[in-house]
């Protein structure tokens, strides 16, 4: 099985701020509002909206929130046309980041994805420049704290289920499945009494890259930060890691 990432603690340690749920229960939102757009409000026969709507459930997203916004994918009163885009580009050190984004306005977005990258040390490349450097892959996390099972079981359940990798993180465990096969591991893990406080396709590094350099580090960081903070990135990927003499900094 695969090890520890410490970026991967700290992020999740980092989202429990009450100023990022509040991006957060935003980000949440559109992407429900899009999902009920694309496949229909009713998340039984909409795959995408039942993770949507799991996910913001998760979060503790007021169910009015969450009315409001299958509503809004519906057609229901006059909501903005969310387009969805992937940019690509290197951070400091040369690693690689995607941001996966949903505007209304497109141009207004590029233009500010590549001010955030140029003004945190950063580039924006080319479509293709860094995709290649990550798999699309199914991601379930179940907080450790709510485990009914033993991990063996765990282990032995996801991957009998059609897992493909599962990840022991700080709080969580991180089951990972090929797109295909999410909704049926995550059937499996739920009909076993198993929480599952995430659910997504994720972009997964095929390698990663190793920062020992603190002052790098905090470069990569601040940019990460800065593109998860602005209003249209639902989701920021990357390829790097912080090595064990940097885990107990203050980053």
């Known amino acids: 099985m695969a090890g520890h990432s410490k970026w991967a603690n700290i992020k999740h340690r980092k989202a429990k701020s009450d100023a990022i749920k ?87 977005t590029a233009s500010e994805m590549r001010h955030l990258f140029s003004k945190n040390g950063g580039n924006m490349g080319e479509s293709g420049s860094v995709s290649w450097m990550f798999t699309e892959k199914g991601q379930l996390s179940i907080p450790k ?61 095929n390698n990663q890259v190793e920062i020992s350099d603190l002052e790098q580090a905090k470069k990569i960081i601040k940019l990460i930060d800065s593109l998860e903070g602005h209003d249209d990135v639902q989701k920021v990927y990357t390829n790097f890691d912080l090595a064990d003499s940097l885990a107990e900094e203050d980053l």
Do not use: C, H, S
Request: proline residues 5%; charged residues 30%; without cysteine.
């Open 145 to 205: 704290e709510d485990l009914t099972i033993n991990e063996d079981d765990l282990m032995l359940l996801a991957l009998e289920a059609g897992a493909e990798d599962i990840v022991e993180e700080d709080e969580t465990w991180e089951i990972f499945t090929e797109p295909a096969m999410m909704q049926e591991v995550r059937q499996a893990l739920l009909d076993n009494g198993l929480p599952i406080e995430n659910a997504a396709l994720n972009l997964i590094p």
């Open 22 to 108: 509040g991006k957060m229960f935003t980000k949440l939102a559109r992407e429900i509002i899009v999902a009920a757009r694309a496949g229909g409000p009713d998340p039984n026969g909409n795959f995408r909206l039942k993770i949507a709507i799991e996910n913001a459930r998760a979060a503790n997203m007021p169910n009015e929130n969450i009315q409001r916004a299958i509503q809004k994918g519906a057609g229901a009163g006059e909501t903005e046309n969310y387009e969805e885009l992937r940019y690509e580009g290197y951070g400091p050190g040369g690693v690689a980041i995607m941001v996966d984004i949903m505007t209304d306005n497109r141009n207004r």
